[in-house]
């Protein structure tokens, strides 16, 4: 069974998806069951390129993409970057080859948020 707000990736062919609603069935692609994407942490990496480095000011939340910048090529880039809050996700950006792995947020309430981006190479992470 799927859960809400997590993310499964084929490992067949590359097909990740993101569950906005999570149902009963088995997520399946190229006839297997799809994996689910584990989040990954500083303790797996340190902070160079895939942790999101975060900055709150007031209603603003900017964030960054570790103390390194994350390349942003066609074969190695950020895909998305989300707010989360108690599990669920509360705004979410794209963002694309060629652009800054960056994204502002305005938020009425910034208490208890955490970040997570998608890399297309070494996938899951959040601060």
Excluded at 29 to 38: A, F, I, T, V
Excluded at 53 to 58: A, C, D, L, M, Q
């Amino acid at each position: 069974m799927a859960k809400q707000n997590t993310w499964y990736k084929c490992e067949v062919c590359g097909n990740i998806v993101s569950v906005v609603n999570a149902g009963p069935g088995e997520l399946v692609c190229c006839n297997q069951p799809m994996g689910e994407l584990k989040v990954q942490t500083a303790m797996d990496e340190g902070r160079e390129k895939h942790v999101p480095v975060v900055t709150v000011e007031g209603d603003k939340v900017t964030v960054e993409m570790g103390s390194n910048p994350h390349p942003m090529d066609p074969d190695h880039h950020i895909q998305v970057i989300q707010i989360i809050r108690d599990g669920v996700v509360v705004e979410g950006k794209r963002v694309y080859p060629g652009h800054d792995p960056k994204a502002v947020f305005t938020l009425e309430d910034v208490e208890g948020i955490k970040v997570r981006v998608l890399c297309n190479k070494h996938g899951l992470w959040i601060n």
